[in-house]
């Protein structure tokens, strides 16, 4: 999963490279479609949660009917739900775009380019939601693969879709989205021939299981999607505090956001594959196992962001100078890379206390969880480090903040799994007459 995350993170930045070379005017037109572009994403990535825990719950549960069951529901109410979604922002989006600032001749641009990357976002969704389904049933590999297949796919057609080669002219900035399109087709062509190979979809009981079921499914899905969707909200306040330090400021802020995500791979992975092993001893009442799952995720996630965070500390000046091209902006960089990186460790710890407490049946508490982090704990520290101490004190505040969201989300979590425990061993000491 970490080698199929780190393919899949390359679509965005290979499409824009591509673009790049067609002017400021196309690559500021596709621009102004990321923000939307992150809404949807942010709510297949919900709606995903939802479909491997519940699956994986059924599988742990010796329920293989339910889950072939669930499996048919979701990926059709989850394929429903973002076509409709898409065809919102298709219909709405002069007013969409133009409150985001683009003007008349961008939004021209923005019109050839929309429905093809709406078009692709849809694709790209239900793609997300089979490999959930994968997921669910234990099988990384096969999604991973698919990322990275999809990606090359998507590298070798853009040029060729936006560019055009001999006799064929290209496509300009919609041939971007139609590339990317073809590479998520391909990658359902793919992985639905596994589908049938695996039965793993049922085709009758879906209204009862749909009566059933649906509860649960909005119960994860909901505070699922709003968690995915404050880290952009908190994004964008973040650059506002950095807006105030300088031009040089908010362009390293840029690349160490770009550097973050990066950095956090093995994180994402983990987020991506530990669930479902969790579903599964949920399902099947396993608690002590769920704990030696999350100390042993947490330990690996600490150890390996420590270590990495720590050389690239050491080696921030060198870092900078590498991805930075301007003196002032490569200052300020190495004093972010310096301070920021080590302390994605603690970060880590929080992104997978929340990944586990959507499996375990916490969904509203991991949502509660990671908005304390960014609004209670990173947004107050980074703008009072700001205030005190230029951009050295945003970095340290910045920093100091992922500290405590990650103390306080091992400290939720350790609590919420003894007491679990010691509900299920008092629960295993009443005869069977007496339990409710």
Not at 79 to 100: N, T
Not at 222 to 235: D, F, H, K, Y
Not at 412 to 423: S, V
Request: aromatic share 8%; glycine share 10%.
């Amino acid at each position: 999963m970490a080698i199929g995350v780190s393919a899949l993170l390359g679509f965005q930045l290979v499409d824009s490279a591509f673009v790049a070379r067609l002017g400021t005017a196309p690559l500021a037109a596709q621009s102004f479609t990321f923000p939307l572009t992150f809404l949807i994403i942010g709510v297949q990535v919900g709606l995903g949660i939802a479909i491997a825990a519940l699956i994986s719950r059924a599988l742990g549960a010796g329920e293989a009917g339910r889950a072939r069951r669930l499996g048919s529901l979701v990926l059709m109410a989850g394929g429903s739900i973002i076509a409709m979604l898409a065809f919102v922002l298709w219909w709405a989006q002069a007013p969409i775009f133009s409150r985001l600032g683009a003007d008349a001749a961008t939004r021209v641009l923005i019109r050839d380019y929309w429905a093809p990357q709406l078009l692709a976002a849809w694709l790209g969704a239900v793609l997300y939601f089979v490999y959930s389904l994968f997921r669910a049933h234990g099988d990384t590999r096969l999604p991973g693969k698919l990322m990275v297949m999809t990606s090359l796919v998507n590298l070798l057609l853009d040029p060729l879709f936006i560019f055009g080669i001999g006799p064929w002219s290209g496509l300009g900035l919609p041939g971007a989205a139609w590339a990317t399109a073809v590479a998520f087709a391909s990658g359902l062509l793919l992985v639905v021939k596994r589908l049938r190979q695996n039965d793993w979809l049922a085709r009758s009981g879906l209204r009862r299981e749909l009566a059933v079921s649906w509860r649960p499914f909005v119960a994860i899905s909901g505070p699922a999607m709003v968690s995915q969707l404050m880290p952009p909200l908190a994004a964008m306040l973040a650059v506002s505090v950095v807006a105030s330090l300088g031009e040089s400021s908010v362009a390293a802020w840029g690349l160490a956001s770009r550097l973050e995500t990066l950095v956090l791979v093995v994180v994402l992975a983990m987020t991506m594959s530990l669930p479902p092993w969790l579903g599964r001893c949920y399902g099947a009442g396993d608690w002590a196992q769920i704990r030696e799952l999350v100390r042993l995720a947490l330990k690996i996630v600490v150890g390996w962001q420590l270590v990495l965070g720590t050389l690239l500390a050491l080696l921030s000046p060198w870092a900078a100078e590498l991805l930075a091209g301007s003196p002032d902006v490569r200052d300020d960089l190495a004093v972010l890379i310096r301070f920021l990186l080590p302390s994605y460790a603690a970060l880590g710890v929080c992104m997978l206390v929340v990944s586990a407490g959507n499996a375990l049946g916490w969904p509203l508490r991991a949502m509660l969880m990671s908005m304390a982090r960014l609004f209670l704990c990173y947004l107050p520290f980074l703008w009072l480090g700001a205030l005190l101490g230029g951009l050295s004190g945003l970095a340290m505040g910045a920093a100091l903040g992922n500290v405590l969201a990650g103390a306080i989300a091992w400290q939720l979590m350790r609590r919420m799994l003894a007491r679990r425990e010691a509900d299920t061993r008092s629960e295993s000491k009443l005869l069977p007459g007496e339990r409710t």
